[in-house]
């Protein structure tokens, strides 16, 4: 397996393959049982995404429901302290619900509803992709069940009483770290249980192809529209990209738009936690090794008998062993690239743009706004660097006041 | 060639009228030292093949009981080194029992291709189920093919005729049909509707066809026998021996869990 020899890529829009390759990444791997209906989700999803109908279904939901287009913002304060290239935010963080998910949710929900299925099954960690999908469920009259760690249950009881409000069921996930890899294993179980009547919303660029595929489409719109502020905004194209990376559902959905455009770098922020010599990390693509999980082969975390080990975040959202397999590719192409961002950099990038601009970022986001202003300190004035702000951080108060000490 | 094995005993099943029986144990588990005498006492009890699970942190397609008997086996560091010299060991005694590796991909990815193929091969290793290798990726898994371990797919009650069709072109040893769309250890199985894909599978060639998920005991594995050319026990054997403390207890319960399978089955079939 090449892990360093950089791939030439002529048109980064031509991936993945129809067996859902990335080159040597993504692909299908999953027991028998679920090949038949991912084979069937691929030919429906394709049929879809160019129907008009559908199209305009989707993009109706996003303009009313979710709010877009979401605002380029100029962090001018930020940047002036700073003092180095100015950082610019997608503000993901203003959608319905508070971040990036909901656009693939949205998505996902209406190819649940065109295939004729009625219960929706989830994975979440944070607890975020299983608010969006238990919104998008509310909103179109589907049952909804949401697997969740049982440890993470206790770490985010906010967003499972909010999961709960929206009349989604919440299923603790008791099974191996009990973490956000162990509710993908377990809604995995039910799906293989339950597959004429489930449909599986998998809440980032990860899984079995066509997921990687249809959840980058669904998000690309970041970055579609990104592009088009840009243009109008400033004139041109931004200088660097930068988006935090946990399955990369946000950094993908903000990159894909601009891949094809050399000109523009890019940089994926991971969560190296406690500092990746400590080992207590998740950073996947940094740090891991190629691997197959969650059926596909990407950068993973495990050891040297392939047993994927316990990550350490002190986002819950970046907090799992894999990363999407298109980031893997990107990776190795040298289109991106990607680095580490400690809890301890990331919570310093939360009080800085708190007391700077008046935002709350997520914790996940923190780790790209760390990242921002790493590079800002590098860059001349001149440089734009756009930063996507995949959610708000509300969610996270408690976190961050427990680490700090302080009794809410 | 190492498949041979696999191809002698169906054939040798097939013309003494006997239906095989095929126990899947994790390896390492309840304990690793007693993976060996446990593979000689299912061969006393009447295993004509034995399935060695691989233990994996994300077993997506288990149900509860092989979870944990995969997350005990890797409590105590259980790898495929391990499992490979537990082989080498049973093969000094035993040299005609087939052996199949049955687990998930990313340990053999992690080990090296080339590398496991070499030694699993060298240790006895007869074939490899991987169950999230479906017939699309195989090519993943070629050396182990080169190096003349069979390549043994699973069928399920979803797969369609043109699945079927390609799994069959390029199956080896023998099909394993899984009997619901579930994970392992539940219980719904329904006989006709197994013995009516089994018969569609068989239509299309003379590979065998074992029929594993949900047998647990002699009642099931003789009503299943009844279409398919083998039956594969796993939960209920790996429960059986999780209740057990040490090596002698859990050799004991393999025998006496197995021995009454058999006999039912030979019983059956004399009928
Ligand atoms: C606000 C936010 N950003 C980022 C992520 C990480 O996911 P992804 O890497 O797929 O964008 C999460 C996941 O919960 C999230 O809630």
New binding site residues.
Partial sequence: MSMNKPIPVSDFHAYPDAQGHFAEYGGIFMPETLMPPLEELTAAYLAMREDPEFIAEFERDLKYYVGRPSPIYHAERLSNKIGGAQILLKR??LNHT????INNTIGQALVARRMGKRRIIAE???G??GVATATVCARFGLDCIVYMGAVDIERQKINVYRMKLLGATVVPVVSGSKTLKDALNEAMRDWVTNVADTFYII???AGPHPYPMMVRDFNAVVGREARAQMLEQYGRLPDVLT?????????I?LFHAFLNDREVAMVGAEAAGDGIETGRHAASLSAGRPGVLHGNRTYVICDDNGQITETHSI????DYPGV?PEHAFLKDSGRARYVGITDDEALAAFHELARTEGILA?L??SHAVAQAIKLARELPKDQLILCNL???GDKDVHTIAAREGIEL | MSHHRIDKRFADLKHAGRKGLIPFITAGDPLPEATVHIMHALVAAGADLIELGVPYSDPVADGPTIQHSSERAIARGVGIKQILAWVSEFRQIDSTTPIVLMGYLNPIEIYGYARFAEQASMAGVDGVLIVDVPVEEAEAVAPLREMGLCEIFLVAPTTTDRRLAAIRARAEGFIYYVSFAGITGASQLDTAAVRARVEHIKQGGSIPVAVGFGVRDATSAVSVAESADAVVIGSALVAQLAATSDRDSAVAAAHAFLAPIRAALDQAVRR
């Avoid at chain 1, 508070?98 to 998910?101: D, L, N, P, Q």
């Avoid at chain 1, 988006?243 to 950094?251: L, R």
């Fill in positions: 993901e963080d508070g971040a990036h998910k979440t960690g944070a975020q992709h809440g980032t660029v988006a935090c990376v946990g399955g990369g559902s946000n950094a959905g986002s819950a959202g970046l999407g997520a996940e986001s995949s959610g708000r």
